[in-house]
């Protein structure tokens, strides 16, 4: 089966993450292309070994042997490159978020019906750890019983540096949106428990929260905060009337527990290191995808559930705004 043939848009963090994913593939996948405005971002492009470097998007769009489009660009560019590829016929990759307002959420629902043939995906990494993985099978095989409750909490104080784009384009809310809480949590959430029917949210200076109802009857939480005073965490606790799992990160380690009594005697859950640590996430998330536009398998995170993340976010901001209870929109 021939490789699937890929375009990253884009050479920042996040580009040259999913190209090392690609090039660990090199029997499925082959970067043929890379979008590179700025003379310097072309020229870590050229460093990479690939063919064709185009200076702007309609170039590529032009390009009979780009097959997909991974777009690894501000959030603000995210809806209209991904709409423009589908209609070129290219298979799409966005970053996350999928984009960052209701009527791009719109425009993307009638793209992706126009366009039902062509593998479209958001790229929620925490989709592919091995942590969150096992503790999804477990949820969809019944192991937890009906589940009542979910919660996750992403809190993390970056140091300096760690998110180049904050210096770039990442302080500008015109270019990443309005959406007030983690999005990586709220997409864990959803993944697991279902879609989401209502919000309320609250902040102060220091974090934000979010109460959601989910429409199978089970209450969620979400908390965010870049003030902590302890290590990265992404975490995930889910309870059910037959079981519980408990995901932590320890030290460089994400690990879990899987709980079907009150006595101590869990289950441990498959481990996940963390980015840069032994983690295979930008492998394993580009090989979802070709493999989705080589036999049709589907994604970790299809983008019209990509959307519906963004649906429930903007929900939350405007929860946060008006002070009560708001029903998320699709």
Not at 48 to 55: A, E, K, S, Y
């Amino acid at each position: 089966m021939d490789r699937a043939r890929v375009c990253i848009v884009g050479t920042g963090w996040t580009a040259t993450n999913h190209f090392a994913g690609y090039a660990a593939l090199p029997d499925k996948a082959q970067v043929v292309s890379v979008v590179a405005r700025s003379d310097a971002s072309a020229a870590k492009a050229a460093e990479w070994g690939v063919p064709r470097i185009h200076r702007d998007y309609d170039a590529a769009l032009k390009d009979g042997e780009i097959q997909a489009m991974d777009l690894c660009v501000p959030h603000a560019l995210h809806a209209g490159m991904a709409e423009a590829a589908l209609e070129s016929g290219r298979h799409v990759m966005t970053e996350t978020p999928t984009c960052i307002t209701l009527e791009e959420c719109r425009r993307l629902r009638v793209a992706l019906r126009l366009h039902p043939d062509l593998v479209a995906a958001t790229g929620h990494i925490v989709r592919v750890w091995r942590t969150y993985s096992h503790a999804k099978r477990i949820a969809e095989s019944g192991g937890l019983g009906r589940i009542f409750h979910a919660t996750s909490d992403y809190t993390h104080k970056a140091p300096e540096g760690e998110y180049p784009s904050r210096d770039t384009w990442g302080w500008n809310p015109l270019m990443t949106g309005r959406l007030s809480i983690a999005y990586h949590s709220v997409d864990l959430l959803r993944w697991i428990v279902g879609d989401v029917d209502e919000v309320w949210a609250d902040y102060n200076d220091e974090a934000k929260v979010a109460v959601l109802r989910f429409k199978n009857g089970a209450l969620g939480h979400v908390l965010t905060s870049g003030s902590v005073a302890h290590p990265y965490i992404l975490s995930l606790q889910v309870r059910g009337l037959e079981g519980s799992v408990f995901c932590y990160w320890e030290e460089d380690v994400l690990r879990g527990h899987y709980h079907r009594s009150i006595e101590w005697s869990p289950d441990e859950l498959e481990r996940q290191p963390m980015h840069g640590r032994g983690s295979t996430e930008w492998k394993d998330e580009m090989e979802a995808f070709v493999d989705a536009i080589r036999d049709g398998s589907e994604t970790p995170c299809p983008m019209l559930d990509g959307i519906a993340t963004v649906e429930t976010c903007i929900a939350i901001d405007q929860a946060m705004t008006v002070r009560s209870p708001v029903r998320v929109r699709s």
